[in-house]
């Protein structure tokens, strides 16, 4: 990716509530094509509302967005043409499986998004076999979402979008509650993605993983305004801006019979050094 | 799942007092569609032939005027079971063993000669100061055994569309008789998302079992239960909400599409017209 590449989405003046409480406020961003961005921020500061704007699954109440240099408008999406051209170039895999997962059958799951996206038949069935092939879930195809570990439903909902092929994945706390094996699967299927020139754009809190799935990264704070871009090397380096933004936290432990006091990376490691 | 069925649930799970039962023993009646998937006659059926099939029945049991009717009606849908390869005690059970607790209890007074009047079968009270007289009647007894018998077959009947009918064939065959599509949308998600509500509720349960210890005052467990109702509606407002953005974001316009494709093969409208004649013949027998 470089500097030339054609912006995929221009955020300007971004503004969002729910029922008056501020989700995100005056949000500008652009995100150019082959970008892997990590949107770093703590529980309720944003980040997930922001995947959703640029999904277009909500629409700011103040500001605006384009996408593939076209307005990202709910008026422009009724349009059945235009909803379909950019659903099937933006994939987003949510948080919750179980929200993502509603399908009765794995094979039902995968089929959903190139079948309602108007695919012929023989492709939708092809391109739903790739994904399950490629994922290594192909033994799942008729067993039931719910029924499923976290590491497979996991893996169903990135097969789900897989299937879409999209040019940009949109993807929302994709290691929240995984296991270590399935965290490294995934982090190998971001790299896959990556070898493609997917855009790939990351909301997450897990600072272990930041370096491998980004180039770039917009942190935000609890105010829900983005205070800092840039490389992840500069930014988790910075450790009051981390501690400002809930990301680490002051850790008090004994060791070898003396007190410490260190900054935390919150959830996975200590990545401090005696 | 019938009323009868999903009682008879809550009553297994109630025996062994445990919410986790309770979702155990729903997940294998309601999910594990096992019946659906063996090899036996209506699993090979087109689900637009049993759909219809089983809608023609239902009208034939309204409309029937003769017991000997509907009960042939009844007695048509074992052999179809077993064919299905539907275990005999199982389906029989599930139905009749509370369909005499719920319908007769509707069907009691009918018996009387308070509210059907006519030859006494068994005088209960006949007293002369005061004049009190109660009687079962034969017009009573008639009254009681339709109102039976109907709910009975009709409930067999959806039991064994059920039983053998893969639940997203299913929706896809009610999509045929124009029904609402919200509707047939509303089913589909209902029934995928009591799993989940079931194991938040079991989930609730467990963290309560977990910080209390001795018996727990009878009002205070209604008001933890309606605390739990609470909660637990938030919680399935806050991921229907999920749930539709979820749908969107992969291209749900509305319209929803499944990727089996029916087909009407011979044999399917030959049932057709089987399902369909024997209801005609029912209701002309009954008329």
Avoid at chain 1, 126 to 143: F, G, S
Avoid at chain 2, 71 to 94: D, E, G, H, I, Q
Avoid at chain 2, 130 to 147: H, K, S
Avoid at chain 2, 215 to 234: I, K, N, T
Wanted: glycine share 6%; hydrophobic share 50%.
């Amino acid at each position: 990716m470089s500097q030339d590449s054609p912006p995929v989405f221009q955020v300007e003046h971004v503004t969002y509530a729910y029922n008056n409480q501020i989700a995100l406020k005056d949000i500008s961003l652009t995100i150019r094509a082959g970008e892997r961005l990590a949107i770093l921020g703590a529980n309720g500061s944003g980040k997930s509302t922001l995947l959703k704007i640029l999904d277009a699954l909500y629409f700011p109440q103040r500001g605006a967005v384009r996408a593939f240099g076209e307005p990202l408008t709910e008026a422009a999406l009724r349009e059945d043409a235009r909803a379909f051209a950019f659903r099937r170039r933006v994939g987003l895999v949510f948080q919750d499986p179980d929200a993502q997962l509603f399908s009765p059958t794995v094979w039902d799951e995968v089929t959903f998004a190139p079948l309602h996206l108007g695919l012929p038949r023989a492709e939708v069935i092809e391109r739903a076999e790739w994904a399950l092939d490629l994922l290594n879930i192909t033994k799942l195809r008729d067993r039931a979402p719910h029924r499923l570990s976290g590491g497979e439903k996991k893996k169903v909902a990135l097969a789900s979008v897989l299937s879409l092929r999209p040019e940009v994945w949109l993807l929302d706390e994709p290691t929240a509650s995984l296991d270590p094996r399935s965290q490294a699967r995934l982090l190998d299927f971001i790299g896959e993605l990556t070898r493609e020139g997917k855009t790939i754009i990351t909301a997450t809190q897990d600072l272990d993983i930041v370096e491998e799935i980004a180039d770039r990264v917009v942190m935000f704070c609890e105010e829900h305004e983005i205070t800092s871009d840039g490389a992840p090397h500069e930014l988790l380096s910075d450790y009051d801006r981390l501690v400002e933004c809930n990301l680490i936290h002051a850790h008090r432990h004994t060791h070898d019979g003396t007190e410490h006091v260190h900054h935390h990376l919150h959830p996975v490691s200590h990545r401090h050094a005696h | 799942m019938t009323w009868a069925g999903l009682v008879g649930l809550f009553k297994r799970a109630g025996a062994k007092s445990r919410l986790s039962d309770l979702t155990g023993a729903l997940e294998q009646s309601l999910f594990a569609e096992e019946i659906a998937r063996r090899k036996g006659l209506l699993q090979s059926l087109d689900p637009r032939v049993k759909l219809i099939g089983a809608l023609a029945w239902l009208l034939a049991i309204s409309w029937s005027q003769n017991l000997a009717g509907i009960a042939a009606l009844y007695t048509l849908t074992l052999p179809l079971a077993a064919a299905s390869r539907v275990p005999m005690t199982f389906y029989v059970k599930r139905v009749w063993a509370l369909i005499p607790f719920f319908t007769g209890i509707i069907a009691l007074p009918a018996l009387f000669n308070v509210f059907s009047p006519g030859a006494p079968l068994v005088t209960l009270i006949d007293s002369t100061s005061p004049r009190v007289y109660l009687a079962i009647t034969l017009p009573g007894v008639v009254t009681a055994a339709f109102l039976l018998l109907r709910v009975g077959t009709s409930v067999s009947i959806a039991v064994l569309l059920i039983l053998t009918t893969r639940w997203t064939l299913l929706l896809k065959a009610l999509r045929v008789l124009r029904v609402p599509q919200t509707f047939v949308l509303i089913l589909g998600m209902t029934y995928r998302y009591i799993y989940v509500l079931l194991h938040a509720a079991n989930n609730m349960f467990l963290a309560r079992q977990s910080r209390i210890v001795g018996r727990v005052a009878d009002a205070e467990q209604r008001r933890w239960l309606a605390a739990s109702a609470g909660v637990l509606f938030a919680k399935s407002y806050a991921l229907s909400d999920e749930v539709y953005l979820a749908m969107q974001s992969r291209g749900f316009r509305g319209e929803a599409q499944v990727m089996e494709t029916l087909r009407w093969r011979g044999a399917d409208w030959m049932w057709l017209a089987v399902f369909v004649g024997v209801a005609v013949a029912a209701t002309w027998i009954g008329s």
